[in-house]
């Protein structure tokens, strides 16, 4: 069976790619596979989750390149020579250019660690994005998953889901309801959402 070839773009820890791998298992995730795991760090600990399931790894470090153009070239060549379909950004800590974004129109997705459109944007990742949730007062914030285009968060929302905000919560307390509670749960569902989608328009 056909089955869309999924490229996931990670920075950090990898908890969403495993989140991913781990839907592919139980099969949540069945339209599409990742094929391919694209990093921009070296000591990403997400390359050793994608090795420990024998999923190919490729590492494109910005500074290393001449230009953003560049790196984003040395991407889209890693992703071309592996015919990948669909781009999934998995805590990937960089703003792709309106070229890349373009070049994959509704064919990259992004989690964001809040209910877009508060506490998003050029500035808003990681822990970042839960302080502010903290600072300003929110009683709920949650996950969003959306397609990826030229504005910073700023495309098509998929899939969200609310989670609460507990007295004596701290950035990395709150961080870690929200992926638990919502982003582990949305990024496998919605990337089996678009892949199917995107094996129907093959048909
Ligand atoms: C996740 O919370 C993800 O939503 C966030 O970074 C974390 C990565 O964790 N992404 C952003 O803030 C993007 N703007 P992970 O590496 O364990 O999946």
Request: aromatic letters at 6%; hydrophobic letters at 40%; a negative charge.
């Amino acid at each position: 069976m056909r089955r869309i070839k999924i490229a996931v773009l990670v920075s950090g820890g990898g908890t969403n790619l495993q989140a991913i791998i781990d839907a592919q298992k139980s099969g949540i995730l069945k339209s599409g596979e990742v094929s391919l795991v694209v990093a921009d760090k070296k000591e990403a600990y997400a390359l050793t989750r994608a090795e420990n399931n024998n999923i190919k790894t490729a590492v494109i470090v910005k500074k290393e390149c001449a230009s953003k153009a560049e790196f984003e070239e040395k991407i889209i060549s890693t992703l071309e020579e592996n015919n990948i379909d669909f781009i999934i950004l998995a805590g990937f800590m960089q703003i792709l250019s309106e070229n890349f974004t373009k070049k994959y129109a509704n064919r990259i997705i992004n989690v964001h660690p809040s209910l877009i459109p508060s506490f998003c944007g050029e500035g808003f990742y990681g822990l970042k994005v839960h302080e502010a949730a903290l600072d300003y007062g929110v009683k709920v914030t949650g996950a969003t998953v959306h397609f990826v285009n030229e504005i910073p968060d700023g495309g098509e929302i998929i899939m969200q889901k609310a989670v609460e905000i507990m007295p004596g919560d701290t950035p990395e307390t709150l961080q870690k309801r929200v992926m638990e509670n919502a982003e582990w749960i949305i990024l496998p569902r919605a990337a089996e959402i678009v892949s199917q989608k995107m094996l129907e328009e093959e048909k």
